[in-house]
């Protein structure tokens, strides 16, 4: 009788041990539809979500920091048409993007506008120097002026700029090359990012991902438009704050950028740790500004085939539809990626991969951004004339580089305790109960198994003999 039930509290315990492991082999296909629906549900921008709490405010502080080219041979290339060679300064930080959206309004085809208001506070305390800074650079008004003044009345602006006694460089502090000056050729504030603060960003129009999460926080329009410039209209495109949840390292995520007016795309790089949570690094690749002749989708950047050597010159994108007719170019910082003569033309630029790059650090489960930085360098052209004297002595079309920023923000310790805390760790307590179910589950049910054919050879034994 004893025998007897130990061979069935055995039996019985196997039986539990293979319930318990089931049970733990289960959990995991149902956590995992818990996680996605709880993050699903989460992630949708409207009141009273996670997503909307951070989307809605300012968020993490986000800094720009600038670093202008000061030229050091001006009366060299104005005399003998030498190749300028510049040093470039800073960085001067500024606090920027601190103010909440506003105009927020709900559709009701499951999307949210809103206005992106724009402001910028300098950090003497992330800087290498002063806004009040000198520095030797290209006269916007004269460059900007010999590209979109005809050559029939180039005598013209000869006259102004004779009669204003500007030049082909000028003097300036650092505020006033960055935020604005009285030019005396134009009559007007003239300056790199003129006008700014006070300014805004928009009007956006994004998914608010209620009736489709993977098209949360994608853009629908921006400023009522549909189609980003040269991309393809059926891609999806996000303001690089955020993503659809449960990023896929395999696909390239697609972002928007107004400094650019124009989309791109980011390919998977690495994963890192940051503050103990796992991100997906997403880098741009060197295709992004690659020559027409490389990269086809990069064709409408190339206007005029006398100053892009028939649109073969890699590197730089022509933006001046963006900025008003402007005759400004966008490259990554030192012509990192671009054609040799650039760095030929212009002496002085060290381009580096890891300073100069742009990347993201996206959390794969939520698709939130926890740290990135946006690298983009600012050049204006100008080249030789035979009828303005402060480029007769100019030997070609020249990309002379004004200015690049790095547009940076990390989530802080706070935040990312909090995103542990809230999320990491709930997934590894889940995660961890599977595999002490399942482990202990596993466990019992084979010392169970075992134990019973023990018994019950020892039992057949003893009745043989």
Known sequence: MGCCNRRCGLIAGAVVGAVVAILGGILIP????IIEGTVEKEAVIEPGTTAYDNWVSAGATVYRQFWLFD?????????????PVVVEKGPYTYRTRYLPKENITFHSNNTVAFLLPIGAIFDPTMSEGSEEDNITSLNLAVAGAYALVPKPLHSVLEILIKSTNSSLFQRRTVKEMLWGYPDPILK????????????????????????????????????????????????????????????????????FSSDICRSVSASYEKTVNLKGIDVYRFSLLPSTLASPVDNPDNKCFCKNPETSKNCTLAGVLDIGSCQEGRPIFISLPHFLHGSPSLREDVLGLDPDEEHHKTFFDVEPLTGFTLNFAKRIQVNMMYGPSKVITVLKKVKDYTLFPLVWLNETAMLDDETAQMFQDEIIS????????????LGVGVVVFVVCLVSYCVVRKRHNQSKLA
């Not at 149902?30 to 539809?33: A, L, Y």
């Not at 030229?71 to 190749?83: D, F, I, W």
């Not at 709930?426 to 179910?437: F, H």
């Open 71 to 83: 030229l050091k041979n001006p009366l060299e290339v104005l005399h003998y048409g030498a190749a």
């Open 188 to 255: 007007e504030t003239l300056g790199l990012f003129s006008p700014y603060n006070g300014t805004y960003d928009g009007y956006y129009n994004v998914f608010n991902g209620k009736d489709d999460i993977s098209k949360v926080s994608i853009i629908d329009r921006w400023r009522g438009e549909t189609q980003f410039y040269n991309l393809i209209s059926f891609f999806f495109f996000s303001d690089a704050s955020s993503f659809p949840p449960f990023v896929d390292n395999k696909k390239p995520l697609y972002l």
């Open 426 to 437: 709930n997934i590894n307590m889940l995660e961890i109960l599977q595999e002490v179910l």
């Open 30 to 33: 149902v956590g995992k539809i």
